[in-house]
């Protein structure tokens, strides 16, 4: 999916992608999974698509949860992170560019996956559209109000400084690499106006104190975008080590961005 230096840096072969995978599980697998299966109620026999799957957290809980009647396909563009499971179908998958897997499905599921793409808006209605009737299109995408900053408890200055300063940097990376920190707040809409009336948003904020899986996910991101950070922001090599210091303090809390998970039913 990415062609840029800074993008491959997030790939799924990237030396710290499994720990990264592994924390974006630890912070939104509960609520996912609180999703699929008390609002959406994924059942046994359900054909289900997992897009972008990262490390298969969400298609190993989805293949428990449909049975031995059941199926799902677990598509990204680099699936070596999902283990072998009899009901889980792992295939190699450009959402942009390849043929969608058929039939159609009763669930289609894509997590911090639209926010990245360029025709997100057409992608949204053509997921939703290929649901049999009755089925659930879960999309769910990190939403930031980039005006709160970065910080919840007091600090000093040169802490509220150089974390500002980090926050700005990685929006400025996030701007150069087409990420969309808005689209969740507009996919309601988008989908609204392809003709689905059946649509729920939830929000959920992940806690942000220091050592919680959502501080460590920003340590790990200091360090794989350090090379950035140090050329086009006015971090130093020692005001990274200063929050990654920070981010592991029990007494620093962090704003973390809203999650925002858009359910679409399709007419039954």
């Not at 889980?88 to 039939?103: G, Q, V």
């Not at 689209?183 to 609204?192: E, G, I, Q």
């Not at 220091?210 to 005001?239: C, I, K, V, W, Y």
Request: proline share 6%.
């Amino acid at each position: 999916m990415y062609s840029t230096e800074h993008k491959q840096r997030f790939d799924n072969d990237a030396p710290a992608a499994t720990e990264q995978l592994s924390l974006l599980s630890e912070i939104l697998n509960r609520e996912t999974f609180s999703t699929l299966g008390e609002e959406v109620r994924v059942g046994h026999g359900w054909r289900c698509w997992d897009v972008g799957t990262g490390e298969g957290s969400v298609a190993r809980w989805l293949a428990a949860r449909v049975g031995t009647a059941g199926h799902v396909v677990a598509s990204d563009i680099k699936p070596q992170h999902v283990p072998d499971h009899p009901r889980i179908e792992a295939i190699r998958h450009d959402l942009t560019s390849d043929p969608w897997p058929e039939p159609k499905f009763d669930l289609i599921h894509a997590r911090l996956l639209l926010m990245h793409l360029a025709d997100k808006e057409a992608i949204a209605a053509k997921l939703a559209a290929h649901l049999r009737p009755g089925g659930a299109l879960v999309l769910t995408d990190w939403y930031c109000d980039c005006a709160e900053g970065m910080i919840k408890s007091p600090v000093d200055e040169y802490t509220a400084r150089i974390f500002q300063e980090y926050h700005d940097g990685v929006h400025k990376l996030a701007a150069q690499t087409g990420m969309d920190f808005h689209w969740a707040s507009r996919t309601p809409d988008v989908l609204s106006a392809a003709g689905y009336r059946n649509i729920t948003v939830r929000d959920y904020r992940a806690p942000g104190v220091g050592g919680a899986p959502t501080a460590r996910l920003a340590r790990l991101h200091s360090s794989m975008l350090e090379p950035f950070l140090l050329s086009q922001t006015n971090l130093t090599a020692a005001d990274l080590s200063a929050i990654r210091e920070t981010l592991l303090d029990p007494e620093f809390e962090m704003l973390t961005n809203h999650t925002y998970t858009t359910v679409v039913r399709a007419p039954k």
